[in-house]
């Protein structure tokens, strides 16, 4: 019968780790976790910018409609209420940290040049502002869309 004390194998090697290669094996765990945790502002930022994006085509989606409401005769750029429309505030939370965006809307009304009677193309350029310490950014989605004469 062979028998061996607990600190050594059959083959005279001994069991577990080294104080080194436990050292070694901590400083590569903590690099991982420093290279994982430094990706969390940037993943944050592109939430922060998707969740705009997002509200940003919600108010241009609203602009259209609005303007949809309108006669034919009123869908020109002569005309105050669609020159004039007033900025959208809308309130966010993220991760508990509550942000006021101003969306401003730029409308832009022409005929199509095919059937400028009936047909008309729609832009509706919606923008806001990001600041941050590194200076403002300006930030804009454009949808565009073509609405006809009912009358037709």
Same mark, same amino acid.
């Given at each position: 019968m062979v028998r061996f004390s607990g600190r050594k194998w059959p083959s005279g090697k001994q069991r577990g780790f080294s104080l080194i290669e436990l050292l070694i094996a901590l400083t590569i765990f903590a690099v991982s976790l420093l290279a994982i945790y430094g990706t969390f502002p940037v993943a944050m930022q592109a939430i922060t910018k998707a969740e705009k994006n997002f509200l940003a085509n919600q108010v241009a989606t609203q602009e259209i409609e609005f303007l949809k409401t309108l006669q034919w005769d009123e869908l020109s750029m002569d005309n105050d209420e669609i020159n004039e429309r007033p900025p959208t505030v809308v309130t966010s939370t993220i991760n508990g940290v509550t942000h006021n965006t101003t969306f401003n809307s730029i409308i832009r009304i022409d005929p199509l040049t095919e059937d400028p009677d009936n047909i008309k193309v729609v832009r509706v350029q919606v923008s806001?502002?990001?600041?941050?310490?590194?200076?403002?950014?300006? @930030? @804009?989605? *454009? &949808? !565009?869309?073509? &609405? /006809? /004469?009912? !009358? *037709?």
């Open positions: 806001w502002v990001i600041g941050s310490s590194r200076g403002d950014k300006f @930030y @804009y989605v *454009q &949808l !565009e869309t073509m &609405l /006809n /004469n009912p !009358e *037709q």
